[in-house]
T-cell receptor
Framework: KNEVEQSPQNLTAQEGEFITINCSYS?????LHWLQQHPGGGIVSLFM???GKKKHGRLIATINIQEKHSSLHITASHPRDSAVYICAVWPYNTDKLIFGTGTRLQVFP | SAVISQKPSRDICQRGTSLTIQCQVDSQVTMMFWYRQQPGQSLTLIAT?????????ESGFVIDKFPISRPNLTFSTLTVSNMSPEDSSIYLC????????????FGSGTRLTVV
C-alpha cells in the first residue's frame, strides 16, 4: 500500500463545476503539499499546509491531521485548471517528500 | 518564492549517449533535489545534492549512471549517462524554499526521450 493515496485518479468536469480531490496518507507529517503539473512537465506548488485550511483564488486546501486526510477544492472550474494535481507529504525528521500518484483533471468548456 | 531555471526543457537522444540537465536558482539554497518521473508514474527521488559534498543517492540510483555536480549554492547539474529507452522520463530539480510559504519550488522539468 502506498504511503500517500489520491482519489480519484482521473476526473472529468464541465466548466463551472466544483471539484474535490482527496489525499490520504499513513505517516506522521510536518506538512502536506498540493502541486500542479502541466502537460509540459513543470510543477507549481499550490499549497503547503500543516493544519486547517488555506485559500488562494478559486483553490481551497484543507487538512485533518488526526484523520491523515487532505482535500483540494477548485471552485468554478475552468479549462485552464486542466492538469495533474499531486499530493506530497513531508514526513517528520526527513527532507524527503513522499508523492501521491496524482489526479488527472480535465475541465471541458 | 525561489525561482528555478531548468534546461533543456526537452530533448530526444540516441541510446548510448549522455545528457546533462542544468538547474539555476535565483537564491542560495543548501539542498537541491533531483527527481525522475517515468511515464504515468509519480515522482521518484534520485539524489540530494549538497554544495561541497558528494550527492546522496537513493536506492536504485548510482553515481555512475546519474552523476551530479553542485559547484555552488545556486547551481546543479544532473547527467543521465549511457542512456537507454528506459531512461525516457521527465527529470525535475527542486529546492526547499525558505523564503516562501510553499515549502518546495520545482524546476520546469526536462522531458527526455531516448530512441
Amino acid at each position: 500500500k502506498n504511503e500517500v493515496e489520491q482519489s480519484p485518479q482521473n476526473l472529468t468536469a464541465q466548466e463551472g463545476e466544483f471539484i474535490t480531490i482527496n489525499c490520504s496518507y499513513s505517516v506522521g507529517i510536518s506538512a502536506l503539499h498540493w502541486l500542479q503539473q502541466h502537460p509540459g512537465g513543470g510543477i507549481v506548488s499550490l499549497f503547503m499546509l500543516s493544519s486547517g485550511k488555506k485559500k488562494h483564488g478559486r483553490l481551497i486546501a484543507t487538512i485533518n491531521i488526526q484523520e491523515k486526510h487532505s482535500s483540494l477544492h477548485i471552485t468554478a472550474s475552468h479549462p485552464r485548471d486542466s492538469a495533474v494535481y499531486i499530493c506530497a507529504v513531508w514526513p517528520y525528521n526527513t527532507d524527503k517528500l513522499i508523492f501521491g500518484t496524482g489526479t488527472r483533471l480535465q475541465v471541458f468548456p | 518564492s525561489a525561482v528555478i531555471s531548468q534546461k533543456p526543457s526537452r530533448d530526444i537522444c540516441q541510446r548510448g549517449t549522455s545528457l546533462t540537465i542544468q538547474c539555476q536558482v535565483d537564491s542560495q539554497v543548501t539542498m537541491m533535489f533531483w527527481y525522475r518521473q517515468q511515464p504515468g508514474q509519480s515522482l521518484t527521488l534520485i539524489a540530494t545534492a549538497n554544495q561541497g559534498s558528494e550527492a546522496t543517492y537513493e536506492s536504485g540510483f548510482v553515481i555512475d549512471k546519474f552523476p551530479i555536480s553542485r559547484p555552488n549554492l545556486t547551481f546543479s547539474t544532473l547527467t543521465v549517462s549511457n542512456m537507454s529507452p528506459e531512461d525516457s522520463s521527465i527529470y525535475l530539480c527542486s529546492v526547499e524554499d525558505s523564503r516562501g510559504n510553499y515549502g518546495y519550488t520545482f524546476g520546469s522539468g526536462t522531458r527526455l526521450t531516448v530512441v
